[in-house]
């Protein structure tokens, strides 16, 4: 019963934390990028990490520690960095990516469901 509450309710909290914080860093640094590909970079490496957990630990530490540094790469091969007119033309493109973010975390709860349920099957 813990189990169903912690996949169902605690890791999606979790995941979708992460989730804006990727989208975050993504969305100031690489400023090249259109918003609906930061989001589904962002959501591709979240959902790729808990798909990775379930197969190997080791492998979604390694995919989870990549992306800093990826990040630091854009930062240092991007010329225009920080422009704040840019970023505030981007905030206000914001809103109308609340459909595609709800999206993104019902495809990572059932996602989460299905792999925590075929995980329970394995163990019995």
């Known amino acids: 019963m813990s189990h169903i509450a912690i996949n169902v309710f605690i890791f999606p909290i979790v995941i979708f934390v992460w989730f804006l914080a990727y989208s975050i860093f993504m ?33 979604a530490r390694d995919i989870a520690k990549l992306l800093p540094f990826v990040l630091l790469g854009i930062f240092i091969l991007s010329p225009t960095f920080f422009s704040l007119d840019e970023i505030k033309s981007r905030l206000y493109e914001m809103p109308n990516f609340i459909i595609q973010i709800t999206t ?21």
């Open 27 to 59: 969305f100031f640094l690489a400023q090249d990028m259109s918003i609906e590909t930061v989001f589904l970079v962002s959501s591709s490496i979240i959902i790729a990490v808990r798909i990775a957990a379930y197969y190997n630990e080791d492998l």
């Open 104 to 124: 993104f975390l019902g495809i990572v709860i059932t996602i989460e469901i299905i792999l925590s349920s075929l995980y329970l099957i394995k163990l019995k």
